[in-house]
């Protein structure tokens, strides 16, 4: 993998202003390398619910282009990877999507029980059989989301610069890449 100082910069995050009415934080560079490893290792298609800083950053493959990221804002309305959805709606989307993906994604706009409830269901819906599970959110989450998606907290936990909260990672597998301390935060 490359080093922290060399994945410093990354496009998508250089080129995309956070909007704070979504609720826009992007993940660091460095995190972004690790999450995108971590994926490259264990999905095929992969559909990326609120998370479109690490589609944009997968490396060019088939990985990428049989992948989709979901999200509310237009902007990406260009994309042919480019899912509008609104997790007001989980199940928003094309019937050929359901369970058809080998891992989901998730860093929704909210931390509340209520918005996981609706993750949750997208996400179950996206998955097929024995799919995997990554997402971030507050460690404080861990025991409703154990109960939800069966996820466990990991150790590498993720840089989000502009966010006050410190999250934690999840999976629902034991993870390659975010089973060791992110050098970042120390
Ligand atoms: C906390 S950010 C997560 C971004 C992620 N850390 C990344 O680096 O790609 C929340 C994401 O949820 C999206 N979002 C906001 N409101 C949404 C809605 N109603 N439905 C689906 N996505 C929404 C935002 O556009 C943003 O991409």
Redesign the pocket.
């Known amino acids: 993998m490359e080093s922290i100082l060399s994945d410093k910069k990354n496009r998508f995050v250089a080129g995309t202003v956070e909007?704070r009415d979504?609720?826009?934080?992007?993940?660091s560079p460095h995190t972004?390398a690790v999450m995108v490893q971590e994926i490259e290792e264990h999905a095929t298609k992969v559909a990326f619910l609120?998370?479109?800083?690490?589609w944009f950053s997968l490396k060019e493959s088939e990985l990428k282009q049989h992948s989709f990221f979901?999200?509310?804002?237009m902007q990406w309305a260009w994309c042919p990877n480019f899912v509008k959805?609104?997790?007001?709606e989980p199940e928003g989307f094309d019937k050929s999507m359901h369970h058809a993906f080998d891992c989901v994604v998730i860093?929704?706009?909210f931390i509340t029980p209520q918005v996981w409830a609706k993750y949750a269901q997208a996400a179950l819906l996206l998955l097929s059989e024995g799919g995997k599970i990554i997402l971030?959110t507050i460690e404080e989450n861990a025991e409703m989301l154990k109960g939800l998606l069966e996820v466990e907290p990991q150790l590498f936990a993720p840089s989000?610069p502009h966010l006050v909260y410190q999250y934690a990672l999840f999976t629902n597998y034991p993870s390659t890449y975010l089973s060791s301390l992110n050098p970042e935060l120390f």
């Open positions: 909007k979504l609720n826009q934080y992007w993940y972004i609120s998370t479109p800083s690490l979901f999200d509310v804002d959805w609104d997790y007001n860093d929704p706009p971030s989000i």
